[in-house]
């Protein structure tokens, strides 16, 4: 876990050491101390919370700059569907895929298009019944890694199957290759991300060794410039770059994945803190009616991205009009998996715990005993005045060292209550002994 790598950081010099981070990780991944943030490599999943929540913009998501295009003689644009909200309704999916083309690249292929392959691979993969239900997706790698350190026992409900991205930098690097003859390395796959997992994903793939995706660009990095282009071209442009349909673009918004698999004991959970209740749920074996369930870490799915544009709420009423125009095409003939064993994971997902006080077994025991009698003797008010996000976090950050108990403002009340006490008892015998 040490060489895992992250794509959210912090930005130190912008940090002011307040509590809003700490407060909603959903890991409990960040501490404050000595006035600024740190985040644990260790419990982080690139979910992108703090980068929503950081009212000084200290958390940042580290993505691949528009100029490492020019390390390839053949450029790919994998547009994420969810680009497709951050544009308005005058605006057509078709004028946007060629406004990438005008924006430097070589190829389009819509992720879109993957996202109904991998649907019909999942539909053959539930209807085989040999998985472990209810079927969790893995289309979100912040979800994936939350499973990976926090649900051990929901890993084998995962669905081990790519995700579109990877399935559509397959297939374009696969079709540039043999259709124009290019080499692989010549050609470089740029996924348009709306998250920093995404990032992640590509640079430290959980289920594979490397990532068909040669580099991850922002959409907000580039959303201003693809606009520009956007504006020159007819707002009649029919350049039959769309090779997805109403299925595929529904994917960016939350239930888009369940409603593609065209069976009703689905379900669909958007917004970190929403996915972890649905997981308790789980494991608790309380959702005993449903085959599968989409969870999606960002509020509204993928239109929630910490890397989008456009308000969420807005963005999916966008979306909603670029679905009903989909519906007028029908790919669905042609976006099919044909073997969707070529699809699955090649290596097998590894529990990752976050929690772990001592290599050796005694010592470990010994500090968990240690940590749940500090615990037990700490308020219980979880408010992150200590700069940890809960009392029990304390206790854990005492125990390994990285703490102390007087960090806590109510056990640094009780201490300088204590010594006034102390303080007043000697002041009373001084003078006793003054007066004799």
């Known amino acids: 876990m040490t060489n895992y790598f992250h794509s959210v950081t912090l930005e130190e010099d912008k940090c002011r050491g307040c509590t809003n981070c700490i407060k909603h990780c ?41 100029s490492e295009l020019s390390k390839y003689p053949v450029k790919v644009a994998l547009p994420a569907p969810s680009l497709y909200g951050q544009f308005g309704q005058d605006i057509s999916r078709e004028r946007i895929l060629k406004g990438l083309l005008e924006l430097g690249f070589d190829w389009v292929f819509e992720v879109a298009k993957a996202a109904e392959i991998v649907s019909d691979a999942t539909r053959r993969i539930i209807g085989a019944g040999n998985v472990k239900k209810p079927v969790i997706s893995s289309a979100c790698p912040a979800v994936v890694r939350l499973v990976q350190v926090r649900f051990p026992n929901l890993i084998n409900n995962l669905l081990k199957i790519e995700s579109p991205m990877e399935v559509a930098a397959r297939i374009a690097k696969q079709t540039i290759t043999e259709r124009e003859n290019i080499p692989a390395e010549e050609i470089g796959i740029f996924f348009i991300s709306p998250c920093a997992a995404k990032v992640t994903s590509v640079k430290a793939p959980y289920e594979k060794k490397e990532s068909f995706v040669n580099g991850v660009l922002s959409m907000k990095d580039i959303h201003i410039k693809l606009l520009e282009k956007i504006k020159s071209i007819p707002w009649d442009f029919d350049g039959d770059l769309v090779s997805s349909g109403a299925y595929g673009v529904g994917w960016a918004g939350s239930g ?18 929403n996915v972890i209740n649905i997981f308790e749920e789980i494991v608790e074996d309380r959702l005993k009616n449903v085959d599968f369930v989409e969870a999606l870490s960002c509020t509204e799915g993928c239109l929630g991205g910490p890397l989008t544009v456009v308000n ?93 108990e007087t960090d806590c403002i109510f056990k640094l009340r009780e201490k300088v209550s204590d010594l006034a006490d102390h303080m007043k008892a000697f002041e009373h015998i001084y003078r006793q002994k003054t007066e004799d």
């Open 26 to 66: 959903p890991t409990e991944a960040i501490r404050v101390r000595n006035g600024k943030a740190t985040i644990i490599k260790e419990r982080c999943i690139d979910c992108g919370e703090c980068i929503r929540v950081c009212p000084y913009h200290a958390k940042k998501a580290v993505t691949d700059p528009i």
């Open 256 to 273: 888009g994945e369940c409603s593609a698999l065209e069976t009703p004991r689905t379900l669909a959970v958007h917004g970190i803190h």
């Open 312 to 404: 969420p709420f807005v963005a999916s009423t966008n979306l909603k009009w670029q679905v009903n125009r989909a519906k007028e095409r029908d790919f669905s003939g042609e976006n099919t998996a044909a073997d969707y064993q070529d699809l699955l994971w090649t290596k097998d997902m590894e529990y990752k715990p976050i929690l772990k006080l001592d290599d050796n077994m005694m010592k470990a025991m010994i500090k968990m005993q240690k940590l749940e009698e500090i615990n037990d003797g700490l308020p219980g008010l979880d408010c992150g005045a200590c700069g940890s996000p809960s009392c029990r976090a304390l206790a854990e950050d005492i125990v390994r060292g990285l703490a102390f």
